[in-house]
DNA sequence: CTGTTAGCGCATTCAG
DNA sequence: CTGAATGCGCTAACAG
């Protein structure tokens, strides 16, 4: 009671002096996994990502971190490379009762594949491109609208006089609601849709799919891409040709991750505070840990907001 | 035995079949609260670095990640933000045997405080900035000689013509070896040094120290930031004046992070090819996991290359 | 080769 | 208010 830190109400001053004393000298320390095994509480939430070298990760991480930290629970940072096969794999180990909870970024696992755990009474807070309830599952939703916000990028780029938008994106992940904003937006304005899809979502794979882009003789002069990194890697392909932004193409991104605005010229992209998701996360998750909340899921959404720079 | 994925070989097939066949009826999972408390292994390594929203941790954390995963060991992450309170809470915290092992970047704490970690008989490899061995300690480190780096950084920016080099560094860290490093050259050039310091170690900060270096008559002809994000910072205070890179100020950096290609100019800086630091780091703790090493620490250099684009 | 058993270090119950 | 006793689920050592 008094080496866990609990309730020391019922316990003589003497006899709690005494105890300290003696925690002091031997320098003890309770053990983990003992209390683990008896409490059947590991305070140890895995939080699971696709890449956590792109730096919209480490944002989101570290909001959740915060509110985490701060109620004594350890976070577990796991890579999937937004790979099916590797998101399956963890959703396999998270069974293995290591986490007492799961906050994550999942690109291929759909709910009903989350029953298992969702049986076992995990929480679950999955991070989400739109807004996907849990169905009757017990899992906690949390969604930018990504399919609007790509909407009204296009649009932007319509109103600011652009007849040729590109768009291009990574293959899996929440490319594709964006993508599905952005061909509505551009067929409402009667402008012909054009998508260059490359394997990886980072600046290769946007240098790449611009460089196919320019190519051509029909030359986007604007380009929309799918996330903040593939931007930047747009804009190298351009400036490589000695075309500049955004006189000859203009260029808009999406996450604004800090890079962002240091590029040359600076990005216009979306933000979606990924900070603050992170914390609103791991306050869905404390809700369901501490017991405050309980049964069906809830979505949540949360804003977006397109930062004006001058690359559009 | 069969539960726990060891030597079959003294088990007849027959029961082997009968034993997969009831797993995966039940669809039981062992838990490992109760093996961590048996077998006194927790299959699970800490992470410590300052700030996991600089790209330059996520990128040695992949490294760590790649290796260790492949062990089978889980990695959890663990932000100190630099502070020395935070620093040693997490020394304290590691006592809990919530893990078998560290990987760790500490900037205040010193090896003798890592005494009561290492009589436990915790595996415990450092990252460090300059050869700093862990003295009598079980502790290995691995390092990159920062004084050296800053040191040819400086020298090649004397080559280059300039006579008024300029260094800006943030608060703590690898930082003060770098300063080292600069104010040797810079002496040996028979220039002054001239140096600011920032609190933190971000854009913001290089923002700050690099105005400050930009309000006075002398302006310097070159700035030494002591890591890449803080070079980019002082790009667009010197850019926000009006000013060209390198025509009017040269910026070198530290740390060769995946933005520092990307900014315009592309950014001169020091690569330290963390991805295999951190695998490096990972490979010697995994040398003392598995007991096939043991006794006295080591300690290892890794190389350091000064990466010349075109900001300098 | 197979089935049984004794702790690992705690939190929690119960008797004192 | 305090001390002692009971498993948590597993692994390793043992007896069959």
New binding site residues.
Partial sequence: ?V??GGDV????P??LARIQQAVRHLGYV??RA??A???NRTMTVACIVPDIANPFYPSLMRGIQTVLESESYDVIAINTDGAPAREKRFLEWLRQGRVDGVIGVFWAVRAPEFAPLVEVGMPIVRIESSRKSGGPFAIDDIYVDGRAAAHEVTTYLVGKGHRHIAMIAGQGGPESVRVEGYRAAVTTAGLPARVVVDDVFTEEGGFRAASALLEGDLRPTAIFAANDLMAIGAMQAIQARGLSIPSDVAVVGFDDIRASSFVSPPLTTVAQYQGAIGMKAAELLMERLSGRKSGAGTVTEMPFQLIERSSA
């Fill in positions: 009671m080496l866990s109400s019922s316990v003589s003497d006899t309770p053990n003992a209390q095994l008896k409490t």
